[in-house]
Protein backbone atom coordinates (compact mmCIF):
# COMPACT_ATOMS: atom_id res chain seq x y z
CA UNK A 1 0.00 0.00 0.00
CA UNK A 2 0.84 3.56 -0.31
CA UNK A 3 2.90 4.98 2.46
CA UNK A 4 0.44 7.70 4.39
CA UNK A 5 1.50 11.13 6.41
CA UNK A 6 0.37 13.75 8.01
CA UNK A 7 0.88 17.23 7.73
CA UNK A 8 2.31 18.68 11.10
CA UNK A 9 2.64 22.08 12.72
CA UNK A 10 6.54 23.26 12.69
CA UNK A 11 7.32 24.74 16.15
CA UNK A 12 11.12 24.40 16.87
CA UNK A 13 11.86 20.98 15.63
CA UNK A 14 10.38 18.57 12.84
CA UNK A 15 8.73 15.33 13.86
CA UNK A 16 9.91 12.61 11.79
CA UNK A 17 7.47 9.90 10.51
CA UNK A 18 7.77 6.67 9.47
CA UNK A 19 8.10 6.52 5.35
CA UNK A 20 7.28 2.66 5.26
CA UNK A 21 4.84 1.40 2.77
CA UNK A 22 2.58 -1.25 4.15
CA UNK A 23 2.74 -4.40 2.44
CA UNK A 24 -0.08 -6.96 1.79
CA UNK A 25 0.12 -10.51 0.82
CA UNK A 26 -1.32 -11.83 -2.56
CA UNK A 27 -1.63 -15.34 -3.00
CA UNK A 28 -0.96 -16.33 -6.33
CA UNK A 29 -3.25 -19.35 -6.18
CA UNK A 30 -5.26 -19.20 -9.99
CA UNK A 31 -4.17 -20.91 -13.02
CA UNK A 32 -5.58 -20.07 -15.90
CA UNK A 33 -5.29 -21.64 -19.13
CA UNK A 34 -6.30 -22.34 -22.74
CA UNK A 35 -5.20 -24.68 -25.14
CA UNK A 36 -6.48 -25.72 -28.60
CA UNK A 37 -5.04 -27.80 -31.42
CA UNK A 38 -4.34 -26.97 -34.86
CA UNK A 39 -4.48 -29.60 -38.26
CA UNK A 40 -1.62 -29.32 -40.75
CA UNK A 41 -4.75 -28.86 -42.92
CA UNK A 42 -6.05 -26.09 -41.03
CA UNK A 43 -2.37 -24.43 -40.83
CA UNK A 44 -2.43 -24.83 -44.90
CA UNK A 45 -5.52 -23.98 -46.07
CA UNK A 46 -7.99 -22.13 -43.67
CA UNK A 47 -5.77 -20.82 -41.00
CA UNK A 48 -4.50 -17.18 -43.42
CA UNK A 49 -3.89 -14.91 -40.05
CA UNK A 50 -2.66 -16.78 -36.76
CA UNK A 51 -2.63 -14.48 -34.74
CA UNK A 52 -5.70 -12.77 -35.20
CA UNK A 53 -7.91 -16.00 -35.81
CA UNK A 54 -6.62 -17.96 -32.99
CA UNK A 55 -3.81 -16.16 -30.28
CA UNK A 56 -6.18 -12.88 -30.13
CA UNK A 57 -9.35 -14.98 -29.15
CA UNK A 58 -7.48 -16.71 -26.82
CA UNK A 59 -6.52 -13.49 -25.41
CA UNK A 60 -9.99 -12.60 -25.12
CA UNK A 61 -10.85 -15.56 -23.14
CA UNK A 62 -8.08 -14.93 -20.25
CA UNK A 63 -9.29 -11.23 -20.44
CA UNK A 64 -13.27 -12.18 -19.47
CA UNK A 65 -11.46 -14.94 -16.33
CA UNK A 66 -9.62 -12.33 -14.83
CA UNK A 67 -12.11 -9.31 -14.86
CA UNK A 68 -14.61 -12.08 -14.14
CA UNK A 69 -12.39 -12.80 -10.48
CA UNK A 70 -12.18 -9.44 -9.90
CA UNK A 71 -15.58 -8.26 -10.33
CA UNK A 72 -16.10 -11.56 -7.32
CA UNK A 73 -13.91 -9.59 -5.04
CA UNK A 74 -17.22 -7.41 -4.23
CA UNK A 75 -18.09 -9.96 -1.69
CA UNK A 76 -14.83 -8.33 0.39
CA UNK A 77 -16.53 -4.90 -0.27
CA UNK A 78 -18.33 -3.68 3.34
CA UNK A 79 -19.39 -0.47 1.77
CA UNK A 80 -22.89 -0.66 -0.03
CA UNK A 81 -25.44 1.06 -1.49
CA UNK A 82 -28.96 0.07 -2.56
CA UNK A 83 -30.23 1.37 -5.62
CA UNK A 84 -32.51 4.22 -4.58
CA UNK A 85 -35.25 3.29 -7.41
CA UNK A 86 -36.73 1.26 -10.25
CA UNK A 87 -33.94 2.80 -12.44
CA UNK A 88 -30.39 2.87 -11.92
CA UNK A 89 -29.92 6.24 -11.88
CA UNK A 90 -26.87 9.50 -10.97
CA UNK A 91 -27.68 9.51 -8.13
CA UNK A 92 -26.66 5.63 -7.07
CA UNK A 93 -23.47 6.90 -8.57
CA UNK A 94 -22.85 10.30 -6.10
CA UNK A 95 -24.03 7.82 -3.24
CA UNK A 96 -21.43 5.28 -3.77
CA UNK A 97 -18.82 8.09 -4.75
CA UNK A 98 -19.37 9.36 -1.40
CA UNK A 99 -18.03 6.34 -0.14
CA UNK A 100 -13.87 6.75 -1.28
CA UNK A 101 -14.41 10.70 -0.97
CA UNK A 102 -14.53 10.38 2.75
CA UNK A 103 -11.93 7.62 2.60
CA UNK A 104 -9.93 10.64 1.47
CA UNK A 105 -9.35 8.22 -2.07
CA UNK A 106 -7.23 10.63 -4.68
CA UNK A 107 -9.26 12.71 -6.86
CA UNK A 108 -7.25 10.70 -9.79
CA UNK A 109 -7.97 7.13 -11.17
CA UNK A 110 -11.60 6.89 -9.73
CA UNK A 111 -13.36 4.25 -11.91
CA UNK A 112 -17.28 2.95 -11.88
CA UNK A 113 -17.89 -0.15 -13.62
CA UNK A 114 -21.53 -0.94 -14.22
CA UNK A 115 -23.64 -3.85 -15.70
CA UNK A 116 -25.15 -3.80 -18.97
CA UNK A 117 -28.90 -3.22 -17.34
CA UNK A 118 -27.53 -0.32 -15.66
CA UNK A 119 -26.04 0.80 -18.64
CA UNK A 120 -29.70 0.85 -20.26
CA UNK A 121 -30.95 2.88 -17.55
CA UNK A 122 -27.96 5.45 -17.39
CA UNK A 123 -28.36 5.94 -21.65
CA UNK A 124 -32.21 7.11 -20.97
CA UNK A 125 -30.49 10.17 -18.90
CA UNK A 126 -30.21 13.31 -20.92
CA UNK A 127 -27.29 13.31 -18.45
CA UNK A 128 -25.17 10.60 -20.17
CA UNK A 129 -26.22 11.04 -23.87
CA UNK A 130 -26.59 14.60 -24.79
CA UNK A 131 -23.08 15.72 -26.42
CA UNK A 132 -22.89 19.14 -24.61
CA UNK A 133 -23.43 17.92 -21.27
CA UNK A 134 -20.99 14.98 -21.50
CA UNK A 135 -18.63 17.94 -22.68
CA UNK A 136 -16.86 15.85 -25.07
CA UNK A 137 -18.79 16.42 -28.58
CA UNK A 138 -20.22 12.77 -28.46
CA UNK A 139 -16.73 11.29 -28.31
CA UNK A 140 -17.34 9.27 -25.22
CA UNK A 141 -20.58 7.59 -26.61
CA UNK A 142 -18.85 6.61 -30.15
CA UNK A 143 -16.17 5.24 -28.02
CA UNK A 144 -18.42 2.51 -26.60
CA UNK A 145 -17.75 4.45 -22.81
CA UNK A 146 -20.35 6.30 -20.87
CA UNK A 147 -17.37 9.12 -20.43
CA UNK A 148 -16.06 10.64 -17.18
CA UNK A 149 -19.03 12.04 -14.59
CA UNK A 150 -18.85 12.95 -11.06
CA UNK A 151 -14.34 12.73 -11.34
CA UNK A 152 -15.56 8.82 -11.99
CA UNK A 153 -14.10 6.92 -15.13
CA UNK A 154 -17.29 4.87 -16.17
CA UNK A 155 -17.49 1.53 -18.31
CA UNK A 156 -19.73 -0.74 -19.05
CA UNK A 157 -18.56 -4.43 -18.15
CA UNK A 158 -20.73 -7.30 -19.83
CA UNK A 159 -19.15 -9.97 -16.87
CA UNK A 160 -21.21 -8.24 -13.99
CA UNK A 161 -24.36 -10.08 -13.72
CA UNK A 162 -26.66 -10.71 -10.77
CA UNK A 163 -25.87 -12.95 -8.65
CA UNK A 164 -27.88 -14.51 -5.80
CA UNK A 165 -29.78 -11.61 -4.44
CA UNK A 166 -28.26 -9.01 -7.01
CA UNK A 167 -25.94 -7.24 -9.54
CA UNK A 168 -22.57 -5.78 -8.23
CA UNK A 169 -21.93 -2.68 -9.81
CA UNK A 170 -19.02 -0.75 -8.79
CA UNK A 171 -17.66 2.27 -8.06
CA UNK A 172 -13.60 2.31 -5.91
CA UNK A 173 -10.50 4.24 -6.60
CA UNK A 174 -7.26 2.13 -8.37
CA UNK A 175 -5.68 1.53 -4.94
CA UNK A 176 -8.85 -0.55 -3.64
CA UNK A 177 -7.79 -3.67 -5.67
CA UNK A 178 -4.30 -5.19 -6.69
CA UNK A 179 -3.45 -8.09 -9.05
CA UNK A 180 -0.31 -9.99 -9.58
CA UNK A 181 0.96 -11.90 -12.79
CA UNK A 182 4.19 -13.94 -12.83
CA UNK A 183 5.17 -15.96 -15.91
CA UNK A 184 5.61 -19.45 -15.18
CA UNK A 185 9.17 -21.28 -16.11
CA UNK A 186 8.92 -22.70 -19.61
CA UNK A 187 8.75 -26.30 -19.41
CA UNK A 188 12.44 -28.49 -20.13
CA UNK A 189 10.72 -30.89 -22.20
CA UNK A 190 9.30 -28.64 -24.43
CA UNK A 191 11.18 -27.77 -28.01
CA UNK A 192 9.22 -24.72 -28.55
CA UNK A 193 7.98 -22.47 -25.71
CA UNK A 194 8.30 -19.06 -25.06
CA UNK A 195 7.19 -16.05 -22.66
CA UNK A 196 5.72 -13.16 -24.14
CA UNK A 197 3.85 -10.40 -22.30
CA UNK A 198 0.08 -9.64 -23.45
CA UNK A 199 -1.49 -6.21 -21.68
CA UNK A 200 0.87 -6.69 -18.96
CA UNK A 201 0.48 -10.47 -18.69
CA UNK A 202 3.19 -12.81 -18.27
CA UNK A 203 1.87 -15.82 -20.30
CA UNK A 204 3.61 -18.84 -20.97
CA UNK A 205 2.92 -20.41 -24.50
CA UNK A 206 4.06 -24.08 -25.30
CA UNK A 207 3.59 -26.17 -28.85
CA UNK A 208 3.64 -29.50 -29.34
CA UNK A 209 3.14 -31.75 -32.53
CA UNK A 210 1.88 -34.94 -32.59
CA UNK A 211 3.17 -36.58 -36.19
CA UNK A 212 1.05 -39.41 -35.57
CA UNK A 213 -2.04 -37.58 -36.07
CA UNK A 214 -0.12 -34.04 -37.97
CA UNK A 215 -2.01 -31.97 -35.09
CA UNK A 216 0.01 -29.12 -33.26
CA UNK A 217 -1.52 -27.89 -29.97
CA UNK A 218 -1.08 -24.60 -28.29
CA UNK A 219 -1.10 -24.28 -24.92
CA UNK A 220 -1.11 -20.83 -23.40
CA UNK A 221 -1.32 -20.56 -19.71
CA UNK A 222 -0.45 -18.06 -16.69
CA UNK A 223 -0.24 -17.55 -12.97
CA UNK A 224 -2.16 -15.09 -10.67
CA UNK A 225 -3.56 -13.77 -7.48
CA UNK A 226 -5.78 -10.93 -6.58
CA UNK A 227 -7.06 -9.37 -3.39
CA UNK A 228 -8.84 -6.37 -2.04
CA UNK A 229 -6.23 -3.99 -1.00
CA UNK A 230 -7.90 -1.26 0.87
CA UNK A 231 -11.66 -1.96 0.84
CA UNK A 232 -12.25 1.33 2.03
CA UNK A 233 -11.40 2.88 -1.38
CA UNK A 234 -14.12 0.71 -2.81
CA UNK A 235 -17.94 0.67 -2.77
CA UNK A 236 -20.82 -1.60 -4.26
CA UNK A 237 -23.89 -0.56 -5.49
CA UNK A 238 -26.68 -3.36 -5.40
CA UNK A 239 -29.21 -3.81 -8.06
CA UNK A 240 -31.67 -6.00 -6.71
CA UNK A 241 -34.17 -6.30 -10.03
Known amino acids: KPATFVAK ?14 TVPVKMDKHYDVSFQ ?12 FSEQLIK ?6 NDKIDADLIALHSKITNTVDMTGDVFAPKDLIKARKHIVDASAPTTNRYAV ?5 EAD ?4 ELFVSAEKVGDEGTALREASLGRKFGLDIYTD ?19 FAFVTRPLALPQGASKAAIMNY ?14 TKVDTVSIDM ?19
Open 38 to 49: VTSKEMTLDIAD
Open 223 to 241: ICGMTVLEKSLAAVIKDAR
Open 114 to 118: IGTEA
Open 199 to 212: NGYGLRVVFGYDVN
Open 57 to 62: PAMLAF
Open 9 to 22: DFVTEIEIQDANEV
Open 122 to 125: LLNT
Open 158 to 176: QNIKKGSAYTPNLVFHKNA
